[in-house]
């Protein structure tokens, strides 16, 4: 998080320095020079000297910083709405927004997408054994290895503790392909979850279920949801590294 927001005292001790050490430099110089001009001359050209030296000073020292300073807070301002601190995946509010997107634009384009839900197992273990330093390596592992091996139409995210979510979009508009497609990405997920995280030194390992709902046509994101968690539920019962998708 940002944490150099300049505060409205240093704004204005900033402005005050810069104006003092301005004037008092001016004032030097008409002593030095020693110029034969009225009072009035004398203040007005020190008005004129104070502005052209001191504006480019405030806006380097003053204002660039502050509107710096300002956007950094507004970005993490946004990324604590829309991302996931840990893993920098989207959250689930923006994961809910971008589901809701995709099911729509299956309706308008008739293709098929996908719900996968990812649940880690031994998270807890891990914890309790190595401390959650260690636990967080793995999240931090499994989102990057997540990440890596998605297309850029695809959005990851994670849920709550060690579930993770993709919604997956424009894969096509025969369900058989789409349902073939979803296992096979499912199967490459599993196989690069459940290798070893190196932690320190030591090799952390950890299994991983999932369950699919594949959507095309209207659909409410909450019973998409509601089936990919029926289907996870199914695969926990099969083993650790199964997958599952949701049939009627």
């Given amino acids: ?10 704004v204005v001790l900033r402005i005050v320095t ?9 004032m030097d110089a ?3 020079i020693n110029a034969d001009i009225s009072p009035f001359a004398e203040a007005l050209l020190d008005i004129i000297l104070l502005v052209i030296f001191a504006t480019p000073l405030i806006y380097a020292w003053v204002i660039i910083p502050y509107i710096k ?3 950094e807070a507004f970005a993490d301002m946004e ?12 959250n689930r509010y923006d994961i809910y927004s971008h589901l809701e997107k995709a099911l729509s634009a299956s309706v308008r384009h008739d293709f098929d997408g996908a719900v996968v839900l990812l649940d880690l197992g031994g998270l807890k273990d891990i914890n309790d054994m190595f401390g959650h330093a260690a636990g967080d390596e793995v999240l931090i592992e499994t989102a990057n290895r997540l990440r ?3 297309r850029i139409e695809d959005t990851p995210g994670r849920l709550d503790g060690d579930e993770f979510i993709i919604i997956i979009n424009h894969v096509n508009s025969d369900q058989e392909k789409t349902r073939d497609y979803v296992m096979a990405l499912a199967e490459k997920l599993i ?10 030194d030591k090799e952390i390992n950890v299994s991983v279920t999932i369950g699919i709902k594949l959507f095309n046509g209207e659909m409410e994101p909450d019973s998409a949801m509601h089936d990919a968690n029926v289907a996870l539920s199914r695969a926990k019962e099969i083993g650790k590294d199964s997958a599952v998708i949701f049939d009627d």
């Fill in 79 to 90: 990324k604590l709405i829309h991302k996931d601190l840990l893993t920098e995946l989207s």
């Fill in 1 to 10: 998080m940002t944490n150099n927001f300049l505060t409205s005292n240093q």
């Fill in 191 to 200: 196989k690069a979850v459940s290798q070893p995280v190196q932690f320190e």
């Fill in 30 to 32: 008409f002593i030095f």
């Fill in 18 to 26: 810069i104006i003092s050490v301005v004037e008092f430099t001016i």
């Fill in 148 to 150: 890596s091996r998605l």
């Fill in 69 to 71: 300073s300002r956007d």
